[in-house]
């Protein structure tokens, strides 16, 4: 089974600033996948950025990029720059990679809002 | 490419009534998830189906049933609704990729249900 675990409720960070979402996750899969999706008001998930177990650079897409400490087994979304669009819930999941399944574990999810 | 698509976006229901959700994944994705979106629960999933068979189950009651359909679109059921049944439902869909591979889930809107 895995677990996923947000400590953050809730953010706040001024425009323009980097701010850190954190991630901590629990496996037995010795092989698994980490996500970060973002959830805006409107309640659709959107996909931001993937991390795989074996994966040896740390994942980024444009101003989003996940700092991947296996031996902590943490994964932490680090955005560059923020913007007001950025204020949204987000949420780390994972998958066992060898489970056959596509099926995604999620944390209860980090709340940002961007202050201009 | 169009996205996931879910229909209706929302609804109200009553106690006792049923419900179906439809989901139409992303052209050439054959695997589609559902999830529900709760505050209290977070987001759980629901079932996951593949090539029109149910590959995986979350724990929810048997009220809760889904099917997929030879084009991989799908439905899903609820029976005899309760107040607690109050949710947003979300579906995603994925290659699927195998074993070992990456696979990420793209999500729909959601369907918002409310159940007086």
């Keep these: 089974a895995q677990k996923i675990t947000q400590t953050q409720p809730g953010m706040f960070v001024q425009e323009k600033e980097a701010v850190t979402l954190d991630c901590t996750y629990d496996t037995s899969d010795p092989s698994y996948g980490l996500f970060w999706y973002k959830q805006p008001s409107s309640g659709e998930m959107i996909f931001l950025i993937y991390q795989g177990s074996y994966d040896q650079q740390n994942?980024?897409?444009?101003?989003?990029?996940?700092?991947?400490?296996?031996?902590?087994?943490?994964?932490?979304?680090?955005?560059?720059?923020?913007?007001?669009?950025?204020?949204?819930?987000?949420?780390?999941?994972?998958?066992?990679?060898?489970?056959?399944?596509?099926?995604?574990?999620?944390?209860?999810?980090?709340?940002?809002?961007?202050?201009? | 490419k169009a996205g996931v698509t879910q229909t209706p976006r929302y609804l109200i229901k009553t106690r006792g009534q049923q419900v179906t959700l439809s989901c139409s994944p992303i052209s050439g994705h054959r695997s589609v998830s559902w999830y529900q979106q709760t505050p209290g629960q977070g987001l759980q999933f629901l079932f996951e189906y593949f090539s029109e068979t149910q590959r995986n189950k979350g724990n929810f009651p048997g009220r809760f049933s889904g099917r997929q359909f030879s084009n991989s679109r799908s439905e899903m059921n609820v029976s005899t609704l309760e107040l607690g049944d109050s949710a947003l439902y979300l579906c995603a869909s994925s290659l699927p990729a195998g074993a070992g591979e990456t696979d990420t889930q793209y999500f729909g809107p959601g369907t918002r249900l409310t159940v007086l």
């Design chain 1, 59 to 116: 994942a980024t897409e444009g101003r989003y990029s996940l700092n991947f400490q296996k031996a902590r087994k943490s994964a932490n979304l680090v955005i560059s720059a923020s913007q007001l669009g950025d204020s949204a819930m987000y949420f780390c999941a994972m998958r066992a990679m060898n489970s056959g399944y596509s099926t995604l574990t999620f944390g209860k999810g980090t709340m940002l809002l961007v202050s201009p």
